[in-house]
T-cell receptor
Framework: DGGITQSPKYLFRKEGQNVTLSCEQN?????MYWYRQDPGQGLRLIYY???????QKGDIAEGYSVSREKKESFPLTVTSAQKNPTAFYLC??????????????FGPGTRLTVL | AQKITQTQPGMFVQEKEAVTLDCTYD???????LFWYKQPSSGEMIFLIY??????QNATEGRYSLNFQKARKSANLVISASQLGDSAMYFC?????????????FGSGTKLNVKP
């Protein structure tokens, strides 16, 4: 089955620690995205990547970093510089819209809690 | 200015009735796509329906239809014959441009509760 996997589902971190969230897709999509969602809120874009070895900052990139060394993988690191990292993190991917609707496909999410 | 506005934080609907969730958007790009997603309490985002800015007809997908009023810049989601499983958060989203991997803009969402 094609899809997006995120791991872990739940993650606990102590203050001052960096932590990396995994996102893998086997849909052969070129573009991948990371979003943050706070309780009762919408999605805010952290980073996105349109091609391997290239990525762009979204609206709330401070305190986060990403890499895109392989087409299928787009890990997100939450650094100690992120002041309030407790949130639900969603990874998404999409194919070029000329080949369809261009909707984003989402992973199941990772819930990060800072203790 | 907000790209996507959803003015209904919460809605209630009786089972088997229809409900309309409002969405207005703001863009000066003539090419754009509009999307609706459902987010159950589990957190996954489920794609429901898509409307392209050049589409002549309103999109429909099963019990979901999109009331697209281009001049008013609105893209309301209509759910017919509501079911208990429709209780969830619903997000409207927009992508400017039709041919690129552009950013998606999401609204703040509407929480729908279906009453038995």
């Amino acid at each position: 089955d094609g899809g997006i996997t995120q791991s872990p589902k739940y993650l606990f971190r102590k203050e001052g620690q960096n932590v990396t969230l995994s996102c893998e897709q086997n849909l052969n999509h070129d573009a991948m995205y990371w979003y943050r969602q706070d309780p009762g809120q919408g999605l805010r874009l952290i980073y996105y990547s349109q091609i391997v070895n290239d990525f762009q900052k979204g609206d709330i990139a401070e305190g986060y970093s990403v890499s895109r060394e392989k087409k299928e993988s787009f890990p997100l690191t939450v650094t100690s510089a992120q002041k309030n990292p407790t949130a639900f993190y969603l990874c998404a991917s999409c194919q070029k819209s000329g080949q369809g609707r261009g909707e984003q496909f989402f992973g199941p999410g990772t819930r990060l809690t800072v203790l | 200015a907000q790209k996507i506005t959803q003015t209904q934080p919460g809605m209630f609907v009786q089972e088997k009735e229809a409900v309309t969730l409002d969405c207005t958007y703001d863009t000066s790009d003539p090419s754009y796509g509009l999307f609706w997603y459902k987010q159950p309490s589990s957190g996954e985002m489920i794609f429901l329906i898509y409307q392209g800015s050049y589409d002549q007809q309103n999109a429909t997908e099963g019990r979901y239809s999109l009331n697209f009023q281009k001049a008013r810049k609105s893209a309301n989601l209509v759910i017919s014959a509501s079911q208990l499983g429709d209780s969830a958060m619903y997000f409207c989203a927009m992508r400017e441009g039709l041919w690129n991997f552009n950013k998606f803009y999401f609204g703040s969402g509407t929480k729908l509760n279906v009453k038995p």
